[in-house]
């Protein structure tokens, strides 16, 4: 277990999503193990007391985006409900906690809202997450929630502008943050199809990492395949994309073995994605200027609620066309799978971005890399526009 | 009162009367329904012999009960095991649990034996008993046939009568209470069925939050591969695990000599599909549907009772197989339990059976004949008879399921833990195991998983409660389930409290045990797992279980249980601490 703690409290830092030395990682095993400065892992240690979980991250951002979220909701505002998919499904929404309920017995709150849900915010300390059976988990839901908070956010400044000197603090690092566009390191692009099966499982494996390392996923999720001949090879259903040795199932086209069972959510959309396109490589990723702009739409008069999923047009980001539909046997794959083939690349309403390699994988890379690059330049060209 | 209507309805078959009693709500409050209602009824009638007149046998449905909720038109149905000789409840989906709730019932708790053989039939307005003389001796569907129109069906068949130790309940829409020898129990009532309709909903609470409930399920469940997906259990019901835990090497084979058995995609999810063009059906009020049946209407079999009378039994014959399935539905007898029984037998003879010799050895077995005197009480008993204990694969006399513990490890914790036996659907770790949900871990490490078996335990003991079915846990969690019991009830249930209450069932019957004298030797795998590998290969290296690290494992598991070293309870009056 204390292994597990040093990997993920390492991965948080890793990822560059907490403040230095502002992290902590608890496990409640037959003892309480804890990782983290004294008092993190003693507000921690308070909650796990409570609730009847086994892990919990609790970690300050290195971007001030929660204290932000929190000043910029009414003052009897009690959650925040992002409108990303991840959210929809999984989180469903985000308690919050403001620095004037932290009084004595603030464990006790902070427990109650945990007992609800995965994670919440809490102003002056971070974000704060269960693990109901790994500190895995409770490292994915820290990372699911910032990704929440990221795009809430980004969207938020879009559509209700800039509200204090903080947020205009905000835009002036986050423009120099994500000033640079991202760039594929040489190892990322392979121009060469594999061959062999242990070919395929390397490069998948090799450009999983890429995707984690480009922080082009968030929770390092996404997914990835590859097909060769009547079997798609596809990474499994809540895999980390930077540790798929052992986390990739061969799943035959014509269903004639269930081994596939394990598969990625999406392999339903791979798999109509390569009977549209005759493609050889697909890779899926949550990059976060993609899925906010595709979440942003100048309709007017619209009388549709559910644009996530009901959508009856297709929009479209410089090339790249956006499309509605729920994740796994939502109707995602019905809507992509039609439109990706003459880019090479689709968006899913507050989802994602999927793309195509027709050869090999490092297209399929390339093409996400651009897409998210093209969406950073044109948030912040839309943000400049918002502001004046 | 929402969600539940508070009534119990007593039947004596003895005396041959029945009448409706009020259950208090703070039982419903602490216990839910279902397991948890059941267990607190218990109380009272835990030393009782299994076959006694006055130990009772429950029906007890749960608060989401006939309500829309996604899966819970299920029932627990409660006895105690002649074959464990614990509390046993099967969780039991279908129109018998709806129509039950709908008779206005909450739990019907049936007592005494009656003289000569009996149906019971119950409408809204109370109980009446029918003779059954002429149907004593039929079969399953024999017997559900002639009660067609009467309402739902519950029935046993010769199994039962005889009083095999793992004889079944089955209902009428091909479900049943499988494990634990409750058909027997039934039997020695001399109650042949049981007919329930109504038309009684409860009331809703709050309608609006329970649909936002309803719809966040939906949306987890269609997230979900191993619900929803092209692969998953829509699509080809439990049979899709043939082939993954083949891939994993942790089928059981040759009564667990092996881990592999190279013919199992004879009887896949596909393999069935190619040869039986199934469609779906499945419990009312699930969306999922997992159940699979053929054109004319037979059900076909789930992935335990296929592995076991493949694999286990060392035949690949697909049609030999579904046929001795179909003949265990049609005798009442649980296939799992008769398949690694005569697994049991093979090994003892140093010959597993044929698949020839499959359904005569069945019928023998329920009518005592032959090989059948040996076969009728169980693994642990024919091993025992035979001088070697060893070959039983089994944890506290109920025969293990189709998971090798040593292709996962928190399952051989599991097996051990779980109040009724070697049963993994206490903690149910294939799910994070095997599935990865909610999220992967560890098969070939203890590490954490006496926590993780205790957490699961908890919830799966309030899920049993509601009652729901354990695969909506694949998608969905206790998390939506208790916004949508609270939007039904209007108590205001959280994930929190119904670990709480999940916890005080678990313990319940953990201290029923306790008292009936059970402890640390109870909770222990056959040798075998400990000394013999299984069958390594494509890369999987499957050895023997570290017997030091399960037994530090299993002592973190009763630390973290409030039990001494030999898992045994330290209060001595537990029962006293208990809210009600």
Redesign the interface.
Known sequence: ?LS?LDKYLGKLHRDALVKPQRAALL????KLLAQGPADLSSLGAAILER????ALAIAEPLLPLTDLLIRRAAPDCRTLVPSDTET???L?DIPLVRKTELTTGASALL??LL????GIIVEGVGIVTT????P??AY?NWSSVWHAVFVKYLSDLLTTGIRSPDDELMVAALREQYRRPITLADCCVRATPPVERSEIYAQIERIGRCTVDLQLVDSAFGNISWRDGGMIYIS????SLDELAG?IDP?PCD???????????E??AH?RIYEATGARAILHGHPKFAVVLSMLCAETGCENIDCWKDCPRIRFLATTPIVPG?????GLADKVAPVIGAAGTALVYGHGVFTLGREHFGEALERLVAVENWCRQEYFRRLVVRMT | MFGWHGRLLQVDLSAGRARTESLPEEWLHHYLGGRGLAVRLFRDFFQIEPYSPEMPLLFATGPLGATAAPTAERMAVVSRSPLTRTLYDCSVGGRFAQQLKCAGFDVVQIDGRAAVPMVLAITPSGAELLPADSLWGSTVSTTIAALNGRGSVVAIGPAGEHLVPFATIVTDDGNAADRGGLGAVMGSKRLKAVVVSGAKLPEIADPARFERAHN?IL??F?????L?????LGA?GTP?????LA?RRMTPTENFCKTFFAAA?NY???ALRAACTPHKVGCCGCPVQCQKVTADGAYLPGYEALSHFGALNNIGDLTAIITAIRTCHELGLDPVSAAATLATWGEVRGAFPTAAELVPLLHDLVWRRGAGEQLCAGSRQLALAAGKPQVSMSVKGLELPAYDPRGAYGMALAYCTNNHGGCHLGAYPLA?E????????DRFSF??K???IK??E?INAAIDSLVACKFAFLGA?I?EY??LLAAVTGVDF???RL??IG?RIYLTERWYNDVNGFSVIDDCLPERFFREAGSSGDGIEVPPLDRARFDEELQ?YY??RGLDAHGRFVDRNFLVSLPC
């Open positions: 277990m597990q496990v409640k095993d037959d609730i009847n979980v086994l929809r499904t999984f469903h427990a109650d007992g609800s849900r995965k693990g109901a059976m790994t895995e988990m994915i499994q259903t809540g895999a986390c799943v269903n004639s073995s269930t081994v596939g069972l394990t598969a990625s959510s392999l339903l798999r729920e994740i796994g046997a939502g | 966040d949306r987890l269609r997230a979900a591969p191993v929803f997906g092209e692969l998953g080809y899709t695990l043939v082939d993954l891939q995609a896949s999810g596909p994070h095997i599935l990865r949900k909610p999220a992967p871990t590490a954490g006496a926590r993780m957490i699961a908890d969690g998390e208790a916004e959280t994930p929190e670990k709480e916890e973190k630390r973290m």
